[in-house]
């Protein structure tokens, strides 16, 4: 399909691990990134993966991806309440253009 | 901060009215975008400019008007808006031709049109 896709909502505890996935469009795309919004606020980059690498891991965040699929995940470990937010998976189409998921609602419970 | 500002926050405009959208990057880049965000929707790309050109848009109705008078300022000029118009109005900026080309996001204009 043309959308890139992610589920809408996900629920978590404080302290749990949240796995945010996500199905990219273009097998030819070259970057991969997941934005992060906040309330109120504009998209924060949040990490990218080249899609010559099959895993990143930046302090608590890991991405994971597996290009026969065309499929991205975004792990964050020892979820805090402050992470609760919009997560987005986005894909580089080409030189200027980035195609992006609807946005993943993450919730974190105490 | 992300380096990427807009002005107004908040924005309410009956029908009727003209008003403008503006973006500012202090990043040095070369590449700046429209987006629309609506709730539960992916983000729609509106409008691409790079190196002061526009190079894209997607079939966004003339109602909206962009303008890119230098590499570090964007407009959106509206007119005659909807109420479907309603929605969070994101401006972005990128280097092009850098490896990653990620695109750093402002903190949006909440449009709501009466």
């Known amino acids: 399909g043309e959308d890139v896709e992610q589920s809408l909502f996900l629920s978590v505890r404080e302290g749990d691990s949240s796995v945010i996935n996500c199905t990219y469009t273009d097998s030819s795309s070259t970057y991969l990134y997941w934005y992060k919004q906040e309330p109120g606020a504009g998209l924060q980059l949040l990490t990218y993966?080249?899609?010559?690498?099959d895993m990143k891991q930046d302090q608590r965040l890991t991405v994971l991806l597996n290009k026969k699929d065309k499929h991205l995940s975004l792990r964050i470990a020892d979820t805090q309440t402050g992470d609760s937010a919009i997560y987005f998976c986005?894909?580089?189409?080409?030189?200027?253009?980035?195609?992006f998921g609807a946005g993943t609602r993450l919730t974190v419970k105490p | 901060e992300t380096g990427v500002t807009q002005t107004p926050r908040h924005l309410v405009m009956g029908m009727t009215n003209k008003k403008s959208l503006k973006c500012e990057q202090h990043l040095g880049h070369n590449a700046m975008y429209w987006y629309k965000q609506s709730a539960k929707k992916p983000l729609e790309l509106m409008f691409v400019?790079?190196?002061?050109?526009?190079?894209e848009n997607n079939s966004v109705p003339s109602r909206f008007s962009p303008e890119c008078p230098n590499s570090s300022h964007l407009f959106l000029h509206l007119h005659t808006l909807q109420p479907e118009d309603s929605a969070l109005y994101l401006c972005?900026?990128?280097?092009?031709?850098?490896?990653?080309?990620?695109?750093?996001f402002g903190p949006g204009t909440r449009l709501t049109v009466l």
């Open positions: 972005a900026s990128s280097r092009t031709g850098t490896s990653g080309g990620e695109q750093f």
């Open positions: 993966i080249f899609s010559n690498m």
């Open positions: 400019y790079s190196l002061e050109e526009r190079v």
């Open positions: 986005a894909e580089k189409v080409n030189n200027n253009d980035m195609r």
